[in-house]
């Protein structure tokens, strides 16, 4: 069961199918576990007074959020589910 209610359609192979495609779930997980290191860049950059280093994770850190941000825009953009099986 879906989480409205409604039994979850499967393909004809027997797959569950999903409104998210591949693409867009490793986009948002590799997203987010891109962000822990940049983070942790920032922190560095920080404790040692880098204003590069500083710049430069701000950077990566609006480049990571801007995609991670589109790829649950396309996620959500598919009402009900695709014709592609997970």
Same mark, same amino acid.
């Given at each position: 069961?879906?989480?409205?209610?409604?039994?979850?359609?499967?393909?004809?192979?027997?797959?569950?199918?999903?409104? =998210? /495609?591949?693409?867009?779930?490793?986009?948002?997980? %590799?997203?987010?576990?891109?962000? @822990?290191? +940049? &983070?942790?860049?920032?922190?560095?950059?920080? =404790? /040692?007074?880098?204003?590069?280093?500083?710049?430069? %994770?701000?950077?990566?850190?609006? @480049?990571? +959020? &801007?995609?991670?941000?589109?790829?649950?825009?396309?996620?959500?953009?598919?009402?009900?589910?695709?014709?592609?099986?997970?």
């Amino acid at each position: 069961m879906t989480s409205e209610g409604q039994p979850e359609q499967r393909s004809e192979t027997g797959k569950p199918m999903v409104r =998210a /495609t591949p693409r867009d779930v490793v986009h948002i997980r %590799m997203g987010s576990f891109a962000l @822990i290191p +940049i &983070v942790a860049l920032g922190v560095f950059g920080f =404790a /040692t007074g880098l204003t590069w280093l500083i710049v430069a %994770m701000a950077v990566l850190m609006v @480049i990571v +959020i &801007v995609d991670i941000v589109l790829a649950v825009r396309r996620q959500s953009r598919h009402p009900g589910t695709t014709t592609e099986a997970g």
